[in-house]
């Protein structure tokens, strides 16, 4: 079964470069790097409409820096920022596919490997009957 890779989330704190960038850069210097959780990860820079999502897949305590950057994600484009210019950790839309397609990964597998139609599950207990039911199969009694 293949899952996607999934990124620790974190409060969505404001910072800044520290440097002008251009569109290439991968190794992109900031004010604050504890604002960043563990690597990979993502990060926008900028707001609104121009805002540029970015994945970093380290991090330099020596430069304050996000290294091995990969630019232009989620349907952004890589661009030119100035020194100064908001940079942030963000819950993007492309994380949230990520969420969702393992789910129904999961859900697939779950069914595949039990021969079910779905794994919506009950547990019934009585005083002389306990048995699971799925979708109205009947999997034992003890």
Sequence with gaps: ????????????????????????????????????????NYATIGMGNEAEVIIYNGKDENTSSLTGCIRGQSGTLAAVWQAGEIIYHSFTSNLMNIIQQNIINLNQYTESKFNLLNTDSLLINGPEMRRMVFRGKNLGSS
């Design 1 to 40: 079964m293949d899952l996607q890779n999934m990124y620790p989330a974190a409060p969505s704190l404001n910072t800044a470069l520290l440097a002008d960038i251009d569109a290439s850069a991968e190794e992109i210097a900031v004010t604050d790097l504890n604002f960043f959780p563990s690597t990979p």
